[in-house]
């Protein structure tokens, strides 16, 4: 059964005090790691979609790194509007029909950024 | 990206009753799946819908309880049948643009 794990379960940071989100994985073939934003009262944005282990993608102050057993989300220099939670997300390859697109959740990370 | 409106956005419901929760892409889509979200717990993926076909729904979800219709490629309707407190959720509806799953702003259900 596939499996994710956030931590920390929060994490409060003044701003650009830069920090890292950890993503612990299981699952039997990766096919992508996700990575989403969501707001209290909004559903999760899209940030990053991660394939293989070495991978890293960057948008503004958040940069994603992958291994074979966890993802990183770096947060450099963090403002109060970056405070969301954030979520992680795995989808497992070698599924047929529409689960081939299912999407294994952690419970979050709730980054607050105090000004 | 994709553009997805849920509606209703929030309601309050009886216990006992059952709600339809309605999701429109702005445009046509193969898939489209439905996700859970509980108070302090994951998303969890309830069924996939495919246009002109039953939905193919997760372990621990029935069909009886969560009913859901594709009558085209823009639109889903999920039912969350004779409800009782412990379906108090957040119900997304989402879709895929390749290998991209987007989500809409979600269906915030309480019930009473």
């Known amino acids: 059964e596939d499996q994710v794990t956030q931590s920390p379960e929060a994490l409060r940071l003044q701003e650009g005090e830069s920090s890292s989100l950890n993503c612990s994985y299981t699952v039997s073939g990766l096919r992508g790691l996700f990575w989403y934003r969501q707001d209290p009262g909004k559903g999760p944005e899209f940030l990053f979609t991660?394939?293989?282990a070495g991978e890293e993608k960057e948008k503004e102050r958040l940069k994603a790194t992958l291994t074979k057993k966890e993802s990183f989300l770096h947060i450099t220099a963090p403002k109060p509007e970056d405070s969301a939670t954030y979520l992680c997300a795995v989808q497992a390859e070698g599924v047929s029909g529409g689960s081939n697109y299912k999407l294994t959740f952690g419970k979050g990370t709730l980054l607050t950024v105090n000004p | 990206s994709a553009v997805i409106s849920q509606k209703p956005s929030r309601d309050i419901c009886q216990r006992g009753t059952s709600l339809t929760i309605q999701c429109q892409v702005d445009?046509?889509?193969?898939?489209m799946f439905w996700y859970r979200q509980q108070p302090g717990q994951s998303l969890t993926l309830i069924a996939t819908a495919n246009q002109g076909s039953e939905a193919t729904y997760e372990s621990g979800f029935v069909i009886d309880k969560f009913p859901i219709s594709r009558p085209n490629l823009t639109f889903s309707t999920l039912t969350v049948s004779n409800m009782s407190p412990e379906d108090s959720s957040i119900y997304l509806c989402?879709?895929?643009?390749?290998?991209?799953?987007?989500f809409g702003e979600g269906s915030w259900l309480t019930v009473v």
């Open positions: 989402s879709v895929n643009r390749g290998d991209t799953i987007y």
């Open positions: 991660l394939y293989s």
């Open positions: 445009s046509q889509v193969t898939m």
